[in-house]
């Protein structure tokens, strides 16, 4: 049995998404074309992420809210923020670069590149896979457990996330607003 789905409401419901969702090809760059949706904004430098701090990370939660708004490219450079502050490297850097990865393949999805978008979920899901591994064995809980998590988001969520991006059809043209693609929210539990 898997845990229910979290609670959709975004975590900041009054930190505007941006007008458009950038698809390589399809519009202006967000940060390099003066005519692009964050262009001139100098972002806002993320804090590493730990078990305990990431109820409280902006960056980290403010890519599920563009990610669950279909704001996949977004997502991703958030989460990239995130990323890179974590140094990299390590289990946390690992579980950030799956969820980038499950991001890059919805913009493949909008970019109508199965074949990258594939690649993209098979990236995600090895990486999931392995930071379910190394919880499991520091936490010293059985593995296949229903509640198993990391930075408050459920391993089953995420394997639904990545099924779902897998299988996608309903394609919105690029140059559509953005929308998700998935038909639940992907995100940690509240604390």
Not at 59 to 64: E, I, K, M
Not at 155 to 179: G, N, Y
Request: net charge negative.
């Amino acid at each position: 049995m898997n845990p229910p789905l979290p609670d959709t409401t975004p975590f900041f419901p009054d930190w505007p998404l941006p007008p458009y969702t950038y698809i390589p090809g399809h519009g202006p760059h967000p940060i390099r074309d003066p005519a692009g949706h964050s262009h001139g904004i100098a972002p806002e430098p993320a804090v590493p992420l730990t078990p305990d701090n990431w109820p409280h990370s902006r960056h980290y939660l403010r890519g599920f809210d563009l990610f669950n708004a279909g704001c996949y490219w977004e997502a991703h450079e958030i989460w990239e923020s995130c990323w890179i502050a974590c140094g990299r490297t390590g289990t946390t850097a690992d579980f950030l670069k799956g969820l980038i990865k499950l991001a890059a393949a919805g913009v493949k999805v909008r970019e109508q590149n199965t074949t990258g978008s594939h690649r993209h979920v098979r990236r995600a899901r090895e990486l999931f896979n392995s930071v379910r591994s190394s919880s499991v064995r520091s936490s010293g809980q059985e593995s296949g457990s229903s509640d198993e998590a990391f930075l408050g988001v459920s391993f089953a969520h995420l394997d639904l996330a990545a099924m779902a991006l897998e299988i996608c059809t309903d394609v919105p043209a690029p140059s559509d607003p953005p929308r998700p693609l998935l038909t639940f929210a992907l995100q940690p539990a509240r604390p």
